[in-house]
């Protein structure tokens, strides 16, 4: 098992390793610009924290309840299969095979900046805490987004992924984004553990 790990990470370092340090650069830079702009509009930071909440307690919940009761195993569950689902393949993946998941791509790391924007004493302390989660899942993202770039190209440039036919190109795009998910679910439930640990602390305080 380890050892097929290793040999995916391999792949996927020698395939889009160029390419996911681009994407890296680009979703921290948009998560920065995200804080500058909540930090000269508090009022937008605030209210987009509270819209984004909102949204989530809907979507989860179970989740507010199980952090209540500090049931750290059902927050893990909840998160990573929220996150590896919606959070990564239905929104980056799939809308990818038409180029659309670049809009998810912007749009999160902006949101993330803005609902964690230091605009008091209590959302620095946020903000501080949250880091190590915010860190796991985007490198699960950008990894995600980086490999699914090759559905594009297996339409505009088949050539890039060494086919004539855009067909057999985008069969085997889809080859390497299966592969990559390996990476992406490792990399999403360790950001889920390290989240449902952050979110019993903070509940605690």
Do not use: H
């Not at 937008?44 to 199980?66: E, H, K, R, W």
């Not at 569950?77 to 799939?94: D, E, R, W, Y």
């Not at 889809?174 to 889920?192: E, P």
């Amino acid at each position: 098992m380890l050892k097929r790990i290793k040999n995916i990470y391999k792949f996927y370092v020698e395939r889009y390793k160029k390419r996911f340090l681009y994407c890296f650069a680009i979703y921290y830079g948009l998560v920065i610009t995200g804080i500058i702009i909540g930090l000269l509009y508090p009022p937008v930071s605030t209210g987009t924290a509270g819209t984004i909440s909102s949204q989530f307690n809907t979507a989860l919940p179970g989740l507010m309840q199980a952090i209540g009761a500090g049931d750290v195993i059902k927050i893990i569950v909840t998160i990573f299969a929220f996150n590896s689902i919606l959070g990564s393949f239905l929104v980056i993946t799939l809308p990818n095979l038409i180029g659309l998941g670049t809009l998810v791509f912007i749009y999160r790391p902006l949101m993330w900046g803005l609902i964690y924007a230091p605009t008091s004493p209590q959302a620095t302390m946020l903000l501080v805490a949250v880091i190590p989660t915010l860190i796991l899942e985007g490198v699960a993202y950008v990894i995600a987004f980086a490999a699914s770039i090759d559905f594009v190209l297996a339409i505009a440039n088949p050539k890039a992924l060494g086919e004539e036919s855009r067909v057999k190109a985008w069969k085997k795009a889809w080859v390497y984004n299966l592969k990559s998910y390996v990476l992406v679910l490792i990399m999403l439930f360790v950001a889920a553990v390290v989240e449902a640990v952050t979110l019993v602390s903070l509940a605690r305080v």
